[in-house]
């Protein structure tokens, strides 16, 4: 079973902080990671991608991939309460699997 | 800028009714994804489609078929409504690139109560 394995949280943290969200997989196949934001009712949005090892970085936004470990994390700066979201972890080689998603509330 | 639609965002429907969701995109992506999601249990694959015509069974496809007869819809089917298929269902698109699936697309989803 190829999986990915994220903490559901909640994670908590204040107004303009970093939250720092993270993701394993099994798959040794994968090579594209992606993040979604998930809104409570709404359907997962993308945030990011990442396909090589290493930090890639968008506005508020870092993404980060260690394939020898099979790792991923994303980091969020000076968070804010509209962050506040569930964040889905995704991999697979061809067909997107899903982690659990994580909690993330910022609180004023 | 719609690029998947999914037909209905809300429906109640009661057991033993067959039920069919329809997913429409426009993006002329390959494949096509149907998920279910749940509370505590994330995002569980149903079914999927890699061309008209041709369909996989995901993780949890018991109680489900697929239909795909042409490249930008997929309909997913619920043969006999049972009340453990209330649930949230999504419908997603992708295609594949040379790092594997491009993004996801998801549906608004459709928020199924079978009673």
């Known amino acids: 079973q190829k999986e990915v394995e994220q903490n559901s949280g909640p994670l908590s943290v204040p107004e303009g902080a970093i939250a720092s969200l993270n993701c394993t997989y099994s798959d040794r196949g994968s090579q594209s990671f992606f993040w979604y934001r998930q809104y409570s009712g709404k359907s997962p949005e993308l945030i990011m991608f990442i396909y090589s090892n290493g930090d890639k970085e968008d506005g ?4 980060q991939l260690n394939k020898a470990s099979q790792y991923v994390s994303l980091l969020i700066r000076d968070s804010q309460p509209s962050d ?3 964040y889905l972890c995704a991999g697979g080689s061809y067909i997107p699997t899903f982690g659990r998603g994580t909690s993330l509330i910022v609180h004023p | 800028d719609v690029k998947v639609t999914q037909s209905s965002r809300y429906l109640v429907k009661r057991t033993g009714e067959k039920v069919f969701l329809e997913c429409v995109q426009d993006m002329d992506h390959e494949n096509m994804f149907w998920y279910r999601q749940d509370p ?3 995002l569980r694959l149903i079914y999927f489609s890699y061309d008209v015509k041709m369909k996989e069974k995901g993780d949890i496809p018991e109680g489900y078929s697929v239909s795909r007869e042409k490249k930008e819809r997929f309909s ?3 043969e006999s409504a049972s009340t453990n298929q209330t649930s949230m269902y999504l419908c997603a698109s992708t295609n594949p690139g040379s790092s594997g699936n491009t993004e996801a697309f998801f549906g608004q989803g459709t928020r199924l109560t079978v009673v």
Do not use: D, Y
């Not at chain 1, 508020?60 to 993404?63: D, L, Q």
């Open chain 1, 60 to 63: 508020r936004f870092t993404a």
């Open chain 1, 84 to 86: 506040s979201a569930t």
């Open chain 2, 40 to 42: 505590g249990l994330g």
């Open chain 2, 76 to 78: 997913l089917i619920l």
